[in-house]
């Protein structure tokens, strides 16, 4: 895929998942304690070859549009920026047969749905830790917040692989060069 | 002397230009950190949030459908609070009139006179809002044009949603009481006992009354109200009703559980409460501070 065509691309990806995010996600309340963050998609889509620097910026932008729209200014900025930065290590620590070709895209259907499971949760359990921490800056209730971590990185996950399966076409099949 | 110099001149740089990455990151970070701060604890500047004119103009326009939903619970919720008015009305005409009959004329006439309204009330809609983080927030869609300022009330037909955090021009920010920020002054209807009801951020549908002392008369089902000990609220809203009792650890007082009247769930029309005469009430009571 182009440049221009992943630009395109991870554009519409972050308006959708927005929308639900803030829209939907934002005001269900079945499970107590669970906040899912389908959005953390938009960071797992960027293509491997993303230089960090210009990943965090992206992230933080994208972090900040979520905070507007949910009246938690910084705090998923501060989260996206983090993953954002440790996304080079976690790609490392799970090196698919120790190469990821630069210009591919991090998918279920490119990398098989067990990679991609251990890349999305290392990066919601980053991502997760940050913000309910942040979230408890002033009155810190430990447990409650541990398990709220604990179950809205289960719904999250459950959320971005099942988001994955349904618009492949978003979070990016593999990229064949023909 | 001066090639040493260079040299650990060059080392820094050296070092700034390996861990660029790393740099960036604090940078970033440090911005939100600045950022929470700045905001928070009590969200009073209303750029970065939904009371901000271009969300909250995008926010309007995305309500309009997701609230159509809650349109028929909204709807039920009115229709009831509109039979306990035209009740109550009715109620205060007998009385007026059974006055008027025994009383002469014109001393009812002036009493009229004299009680000049001391609370005015605002119509909107919740535009946005969460209710599963620890820290929600609603906005409204009226703003410091439509007459609203910070500290005013929020109520709908159930009860008390929570108090005005801040204002833009066609927007206010709600912190409702499903905030763990959010400490209101409440009292037991029957016992007047006073208390603070806060929230710890687990269920949305029941917050947590403190400082009752433990002689108080409490029982299950028992309503809770707002205290009126803070110029803000009027007195006697309904806030919810007793759902848990148990004893505080360090003993001395209870901790009650109060099932909330309002359902944040499906909350679209509010009516927001203006005191006017908080600004005479407070300069009273400054006097003595």
């Known amino acids: ?178 | 002397m001066p090639l040493l110099y260079c040299k650990e001149m060059h080392n820094v740089i050296y070092f700034l230009l390996r861990h660029t990455n790393f740099l960036v990151l604090i940078v970033l970070e440090v911005i939100c950190g600045l950022l929470i701060v700045s905001y928070n604890d009590y969200p009073r500047s209303s750029f970065f949030s939904t009371a901000n004119i271009v969300s909250g103009t995008v926010d309007k326009g995305l309500a309009a459908v997701s609230h159509y939903i809650d349109l028929p619970a909204d709807n039920r919720r009115l229709l009831a609070q509109n039979q306990r008015l035209m009740a109550e009305l009715e109620q205060s005409r007998r009385v007026v009139e059974f006055i008027s009959d025994t009383i002469v004329l014109e001393r009812v006439d002036s009493m009229m006179i004299r009680s000049y309204p001391d609370w005015r009330f605002h119509t909107a809609y919740v535009v946005n809002g969460t209710i599963n983080k620890s820290r929600n927030m609603f906005t409204i869609d009226k703003g410091s044009t439509n007459g609203i300022a910070t500290d005013m009330v929020v109520v709908n037909g159930d009860g008390v949603v929570g108090l005005v955090a801040a204002v833009s021009r066609n927007f206010a920010l709600v912190l409702p009481i499903i905030n763990t920020s959010s400490h209101i002054s409440v009292k037991l209807k029957n016992s007047n006992h006073r208390g603070q009801l806060n929230w710890d951020g687990l269920l949305p549908t029941v917050a947590q009354m403190v400082d009752v002392p433990e002689h108080a008369v409490v029982e299950i089902g028992d309503t809770v109200v707002t205290s009126g000990s803070s110029s803000y609220f009027p007195e006697g809203l309904i806030v919810g009703t007793v759902g848990a009792i148990e004893i505080d650890k360090n003993g001395g007082f209870y901790n009650l559980g109060v099932d909330l009247a309002v359902d944040y769930n499906s909350i679209y029309s509010v009516e927001i409460i203006e005191n006017m005469k908080q600004g005479e009430r407070e300069e009273l009571e400054k006097t003595f501070n």
């Open chain 1, 1 to 178: 895929m182009s440049n221009t065509g992943n630009i395109v691309r991870l554009t519409i990806l972050l308006g959708i998942v927005t929308l639900i995010q803030v829209l939907i996600l934002n005001n269900i309340d079945i499970i107590p304690l669970c906040n899912p963050m389908l959005y953390v998609v938009f960071l797992l889509a960027m293509p491997f070859g993303t230089k960090s620097i210009p990943m965090m910026i992206t992230g933080f932008v994208a972090g900040l549009l979520i905070d507007v729209a949910s009246n938690t200014p910084g705090m998923h900025a501060g989260a996206c920026v983090l993953a954002c930065y440790m996304r080079k290590y976690i790609l490392q620590l799970i090196a698919f047969r120790n190469a990821y070709k630069e210009d591919e895209l991090p998918s279920i259907q490119g990398y098989g749905i067990v990679w991609y499971t251990k890349y999305a949760l290392m990066m919601l359990v980053v991502h997760h830790i940050f913000l309910f921490f942040v979230e408890q800056y002033d009155r810190l209730f430990l447990l409650q917040t541990v398990l709220r971590i604990v179950i809205s990185i289960g719904a999250s996950l459950g959320l971005i692989i099942l988001f994955g399966l349904i618009a492949p076409g978003l979070t990016g099949q593999r990229y064949k060069e023909s």
